[in-house]
């Protein structure tokens, strides 16, 4: 997969060198490129913002540095690149919210093209234009407020990374955490280690008796009762077809 993200503030990506992202990029699973807004900009301050129309608190990133960096993006396609072009996935706080089915949808993509804004974002018209070339994403983390898109590109690209074959060593575990498909998106069962007793807090008996029929239903029932004390509005969200009696009594 190929990954390449526009941005003011590269170092920020200097974290996906680390650990299992930065072993992907070493083994050729993953090739990111980062890609410095301010080089597309052709005036003695290197600006890339100024005030909004209409007024407003704060700046906006104007759209010439951003159309000449995406384009320049786009100029330079990987080999297996989709004939629809890239996923363009825009951070923003008016996004829709990244879950994991978004990370299952972006990890099927060869290539991914991030837009890192900053200020106050990124004028419309970037978005509305890019629209009429590629796929364009616009997706937030969630109901806060950050200071700019890196911070999402980090998120969006562990969740997008782990998932690509030969990333996560052990990739039967990624069935059976929190939020998979295959785990019907509900939370992770709480999990357990040695030593059975630790400051006079006992692991579930079930878990140590060796019956596995018992132990799979107990994760499911505890799956059911975290998610729906946590999360009612993915429970909301299960199949009932892909419900027992059992379950429901939970
Ligand atoms: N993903 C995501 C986000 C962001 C986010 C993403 C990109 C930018 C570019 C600038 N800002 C600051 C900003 C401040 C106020 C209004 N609009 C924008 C961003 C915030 N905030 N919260 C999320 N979950």
């Known amino acids: 997969m190929r990954l390449d993200v526009v941005t003011i503030f590269g170092e920020y ?4 060198q680390l650990s299992l992202i930065g072993k992907a990029q070493a083994q050729g699973l993953l090739d990111v490129r980062v890609r410095d807004l301010r080089e597309h900009t052709h005036d003695r301050h290197r600006t890339v913002d100024d005030t909004p129309y209409g007024g407003g608190a704060g700046l906006l990133m104007k759209p010439e540095p951003w159309g000449e960096a995406l384009d320049a993006v786009l100029a330079d396609p990987p080999e297996d690149a989709d004939p629809r072009g890239p996923v363009l996935v825009v951070p923003s706080p008016v996004g829709e919210v990244f879950t994991q089915r978004a990370a299952v949808e972006l990890a099927a993509e060869p290539w991914l093209v991030f837009a890192c804004g900053r200020y106050e974002g990124i004028d419309a018209r970037v978005v509305e234009h890019y629209r009429t070339r590629v796929r364009v994403r616009e997706v937030s983390l969630g109901d806060y407020v950050l200071n700019g898109g890196e911070v999402a590109v980090l998120a969006i690209t562990e969740a997008v990374a782990r998932l690509l074959p030969g990333v996560i060593g052990n990739a039967a575990s990624l069935t059976e955490e929190s939020h998979a498909p295959e785990h019907d ?5 709480p999990a357990y280690t040695k030593p059975a007793s ?5 692991v579930p008996a079930v878990l140590a008796g060796g019956n596995h029929a018992a132990v799979e239903r107990w994760r499911r029932d505890e799956a ?3 998610t729906a004390t946590r999360r009612p509005d993915v429970l909301a969200r299960l199949d009932p077809e892909r419900c027992d009696a059992r379950d429901l009594a939970v």
């Open 13 to 16: 990506l200097q974290p996906l």
């Open 185 to 189: 998106g509900l939370l992770e069962h």
């Open 198 to 202: 630790w400051r006079g807090l006992d």
């Open 224 to 226: 059911l009762r975290r």
